[in-house]
């Protein structure tokens, strides 16, 4: 059984803009809170299939977790992989997909959480933790908007 959570926002930017920002790894370090780094696995604009690690500082430590590039369909949709197994969470996968609509100049994103593939304790565990990370994911998406926004 998996976990599902879902945000919505609206951004006044268009949804082309807001579509290339998502996908935007290099301008990450000037919205993303507690971003220590990311390595990409490619160069260039992501496309399906590119890989990268991505660093953050939580809770006073740091923590890193492997996501791929599942989707593309400029600029409405991108679908997003965290492999689990690969980070320091070390189990689960996690799917990130937005959704983006435009709005006249503005644009709709909607974020479609799901984790994956957790079992015994850490499903209940998942479960509990299901809320703070839809906030976690908000205050990202939040904080993305607010960078565009200035």
Same mark, same amino acid.
């Given at each position: 059984?998996?976990?599902h ?11 082309? $803009?807001?579509? &290339? ?5 290099d ?16 160069? +260039? ?7 990268? =690690? ?18 593309l ?6 679908v %997003?992989?965290?492999?689990?197994? &690969? +980070?320091?969470?070390?189990? +689960? ?10 709005? +006249? ?8 959480g799901?984790?994956?593939? %957790? ?13 703070a990370?839809k906030?976690?994911?908000? &205050? ?5 908007? $607010?960078?565009?926004? =200035?």
């Amino acid at each position: 059984m998996s976990i599902h959570f879902e945000l919505k926002r609206s951004i006044e930017v268009s949804a082309q $803009n807001a579509y &290339k920002a998502l996908i935007d790894l290099d301008s990450a370090k000037d919205w993303m809170n507690g971003l220590v780094g990311i390595e990409r696995e490619d160069s +260039g604009p992501l496309k399906v299939g590119s890989q990268w =690690k991505e660093t953050r500082k939580m809770f006073g430590k740091e923590a890193s977790e492997h996501f791929e590039v599942v989707e593309l369909d400029e600029p409405n949709k991108i679908v %997003l992989r965290c492999d689990g197994t &690969k +980070g320091t969470t070390g189990k +689960g996968e996690f799917i990130f997909t937005y959704i983006i609509v435009p709005a +006249g100049d503005a644009s709709e994103v909607t974020l479609l959480g799901e984790i994956k593939g %957790l079992i015994g304790f850490s499903k209940l565990f998942g479960k509990i933790m299901a809320g703070a990370f839809k906030k976690a994911c908000a &205050k990202d998406l939040d904080a993305l908007i $607010n960078y565009l926004e =200035k």
